[in-house]
């Protein structure tokens, strides 16, 4: 007696011989089918039952009556992966790639709180440098910076350093929502397509521009509670930027000189930095990106790059430009940063710390009666390094963030070496 099945069913065709129909007594002939015949367009995959065994190819099913072999429960794990390797080795996959996704997620929040916490002081004593008209000292090396943030934060504490660090997440998010608000409304493009064209480019400007318009009085607040000092100032909340930032274009709020420039003067000089700022690096960035896309590429190519290296490849090149963008629009745009710095405190009754002594407190007095008379009068009285002031901040800040991506660097390759 045959069994139900022949022993070569493979699921798409008969290999065995021929066998009687069931039902028709032998009536009619058995009919045979080579396992060359084409029969993909009527044989489906059965389901999978429980308590039945899926048949794969190459595999044959049990003689009738007997007991199927025991198989785990756990179907994909009988299946080849491709290139010959084993269930395990799909589960080391797949951790291996959780963690590639776990250490992009870190080594990019390692990046923003390297930009946006850590280096907040730097920012801080940056600032009151280039405000301070007063200052004989203008600290252009990181060596007198140190010194510096030493004796403030011996004399004031760690909160002189750290000062108005939630407004400056404020600036950003208002800055960032208006941009998506202006670009939701109007047909001003966000982002600027491959097969760009120079209207294109031109209305992605104006975005631009009209963003930061719109952020203009708010940053400036933020200014105030990074250069004002701690000896005099009252402990404010977390939204006083928003509301400062409000009052300063309805007139209202805290009392200011006749000094003070309407903004209608400072809009010029805020948006010319922030569209040179935007420009400058992200020239700089697809420069960066463009040259180390290359040489990862020609790495490949000599098929000499690592698996370790193909991984770090995936994420540090955009992080490298990031920070070189950065670095370069800073350091060109330094002297404009200073002239835009004094006009939007000019007049705002702001008192600073001497940066001279490390104690003591300076008001701001300026008298300028615009963006040419600043520019000339710093030149006139302070010379040509009197732009710089500060700028040994900018040193130690970039040089902390090139540390911690180093640092990140390493572990990353350590973790991803000893998952490998």
Not at 228 to 251: A, F, H, P, W, Y
Not at 297 to 326: G, K, R
Not at 401 to 411: D, E, G
């Amino acid at each position: 007696m045959h069994p139900r099945r022949p022993d070569g069913f493979d699921g798409l065709g008969y290999r065995g011989g021929a066998r009687d129909e069931q039902g028709f007594g032998g009536a009619f002939p058995a009919r045979s089918f080579s396992s060359g015949s084409d029969l993909s367009h009527w044989v489906t995959t059965p389901p999978d039952i429980p308590g039945s065994r899926n048949l794969h190819w190459g595999e044959k099913s049990p003689p009738y009556g007997a007991p199927a072999p025991s198989t785990p429960l756990e179907g994909p794990a009988e299946e080849p992966f491709p290139g010959g390797s084993s269930g395990g080795g799909g589960v080391q996959g797949q951790s291996s790639e959780q963690l590639n996704r776990f250490a992009g997620f870190g080594i990019g929040l390692a990046s923003l709180f390297t930009e946006n916490v850590l280096a907040h002081p730097c920012i801080v004593l940056r600032r009151q440098c280039q405000v301070n008209y007063h200052a004989r000292h203008y600290h252009l090396t990181p060596f007198t910076v140190i010194n510096i943030m030493y004796s403030f934060n011996k004399t004031q504490g760690p909160r002189a350093l750290w000062k108005g660090m939630g407004s400056t997440f404020i600036v950003q998010g208002v800055t960032l929502g208006a941009e998506g608000i202006i670009s939701e409304f109007t047909p001003l493009p966000r982002e600027i397509s491959h097969k760009w064209n120079p209207k294109q480019i031109g209305e992605h400007l104006l975005l631009k521009s009209l963003t930061y318009m719109v952020a203009m009085p708010f940053y400036s607040a933020s200014l105030i509670e990074t250069v004002q000092s701690e000896i005099i100032r009252d402990n404010t909340g977390i939204l006083e930027c928003v509301k400062e930032g409000i009052g300063r274009v309805m007139g209202l709020g805290v009392p200011h000189s006749k000094r003070l420039l309407p903004l209608l003067s400072l809009i010029f000089p805020t948006v010319l930095h922030g569209v040179l700022h935007y420009i400058i690096s992200s020239a700089i960035q697809k420069f960066v990106l463009l040259i180390l896309k290359r040489k990862t590429y020609s790495s490949h190519l000599a098929e000499s790059t690592s698996p370790v290296q193909s991984m770090l490849d995936a994420y540090f090149p955009e992080l490298i430009a990031n920070f070189a963008a950065s670095l370069c629009s800073d350091v060109i745009l330094y002297p404009l940063e200073t002239v835009l710095h004094r006009l939007h405190i000019q007049g705002t009754r702001t008192i600073i710390d001497n940066t001279d002594l490390g104690y003591e407190v300076l008001p701001i007095n300026t008298q300028y009666e615009g963006m040419r008379d600043c520019i000339n009068t710093i030149r006139q009285e302070e010379g040509m390094l009197g732009f710089y002031k500060g700028f040994g901040a900018v040193i130690i800040q970039y040089t902390l963030h090139a540390a911690v991506l180093q640092i990140t660097k390493i572990i990353y390759s350590t973790l991803l070496q000893n998952s490998v």
